[in-house]
């Protein structure tokens, strides 16, 4: 087993050895943070759409409008677009179906259980 680095001088601990830091820093991905600020602009459209339903004097009508509010400044005007719209609510009902067969699986082995199946 090596024996532990030496202090530095003045208690501070040892540098790392050269090469074993990266040059840079970690870095944002911008194409994850640009996916979510689409799918953002698309349930402020949605939350739009649903005021008028639910009133917007309504006690869930003042939660939508202030929950608009905070995330309207996060989704310019005309940020999203249909193709966006449309893109976002394939992609829903792609994982709604992807979940409802996963659902019916796992009914199908619950019942094959309760009916005594093989173990």
Same mark, same amino acid.
């Given at each position: 087993?090596?024996?532990?680095?030496?202090?530095a001088p003045g208690g501070q601990p040892p540098s790392p050895p050269f090469g074993s830091t990266s040059a840079t820093g970690p870095t944002p991905n911008?194409? +994850?943070e640009a996916a979510g600020l689409q799918k953002l602009g698309v349930l402020v459209k949605q939350m739009e759409t649903l005021l008028p339903e639910v009133g917007?004097?309504?006690e869930v009508?003042?939660?939508? +409008?202030?929950? +608009?509010n905070s995330l309207v400044k996060f989704?310019?005007?005309g940020s999203?677009?249909?193709a966006a719209q449309k893109n976002s609510i394939e992609a829903q009902q792609r994982a709604m179906a992807q979940n409802n067969q996963q659902m019916q699986a796992l009914q199908a082995m619950r019942a094959q259980g309760?009916?005594?199946?093989?173990?």
């Open positions: 087993m090596p024996a532990p680095a030496p202090a911008r194409g +994850l917007a004097s309504s009508g003042q939660a939508v +409008l202030k929950a +608009l989704v310019p005007a999203v677009t249909p309760a009916q005594g199946g093989a173990p």
